[in-house]
């Protein structure tokens, strides 16, 4: 039977454009479907704004794949032409014991990184527009800032499409038969390769079944809050880092000011979404409440009351680690997903290890973390709930 392509990316998101490029890169023939527009706003890859940091508090393991992806965010960059990454540094604040501090100080020890611990003194010389704690301290991490996640997505579909990708845009997927040759089909028509990288993000348990696979997945509704400060220049990214806090029960981030006009801040609690097609995007008071409390009570010369909001979705596995790998039942299957709302920033090296397991079977990066089988093998102990 003829084929459409060497290889189907299912997804053309954060994850999936990626893939797209660099298979397209190796001259594969490869094909992207994609439900919507590549940089649409109805999945998990918007809101203007996404954190690189390599302090990385949710395990020392994670920065050699972020040193990586580094590398591989200018490369995008160079071909595209595209502003996707700007440094400002990353600040974390908290107690010496919290996992914010702890955690990512055992990282930057770990690897070495261009880093500054704060005493609490330093920290409010620095940094006075944030309100500090007498038990907190700040960790500055040096190679961290702002990605633009539409902009980098939009990028990396437009430069796949350049080396000779084709992307069908505007294409549900309606099922997917593995095989020796897979077929997808979308659209009204059916599509064949040798391979397949599924990289559906939030709907990734809707073509679970077709794949025979059962991953453990928890959806989650998320809202992205901005707020208007006093002064712009103040909250400029030369002058004000990303920043990372955790205080008591309460956990939040935030980004100066990228558009100048506005401060963003995600503190918000996650609420389990049924169904990602019906994702409740209407914002109500009690979406505000949680981020408006933390600018309030924690940032100087930013009014507390949000001017805009926008709801997104995250991916969650029970432990909160990525699922990439090749499927459990299916070797031509590479499955990207459960990004547990820190895989953003991997991006590009997540369409690395993608192209390597098609053309080559294996990758020399460190994945076996992410190994899908893990859940297969119910090696997972516990289930991520609501924060």
Known sequence: MELDADVIVVGIGTMGSQALWQLAARGLKALGIEQFEPGHERGSGHGGSRIFRTAYMEGQEYVPLLKSAYGL??????????????????????????????????????????????????????????????????LLDVVAGVLRPEDAIKAAARRAEELGATIVRNAPVDSITPGDTVAVRAG??????????????????????????????????????????????????????????????????????????????LATTKIPVDDPSQLDRDIRREDLEKPEYVVREFLRGVDPTAIRAQACMLTFTPDEHFIVGPSPRHGNVVVLGGFSGHGYKFAPLMGEIAADLVTEGRTSHPIELFRPARFATHETESVAGPA
């Open 73 to 138: 965010w200018r490369r995008l960059e160079r071909e595209s032409g595209a502003d996707l990454l700007t440094l400002t540094g990353a600040l974390s604040i908290g107690a010496p014991d919290t996992r914010f501090i702890a955690g990512a100080l055992a990282s930057v020890r770990a690897h070495d990184l261009d880093h500054e611990l704060l005493s609490t003194r330093q920290l409010r010389e620095r940094y006075p527009l944030h309100v500090v704690a007498d038990d907190e301290v700040g």
């Open 188 to 265: 009204g028509r059916t599509y064949r390769a040798r391979h397949l990288v599924v990289s559906a993000g939030a709907w990734l348990g809707r073509v679970q079944p077709d794949l025979g696979l059962a991953f453990p997945l928890i959806v989650y509704r998320v809202v992205m809050t901005w707020f208007r400060p006093d002064s712009p220049a103040s909250f400029a990214p030369n002058r004000f880092p990303i920043f990372l806090r955790e205080r008591g029960t309460l956990e939040w981030d935030g980004f100066p000011c990228m558009d100048g006009e506005t401060v963003k801040v």
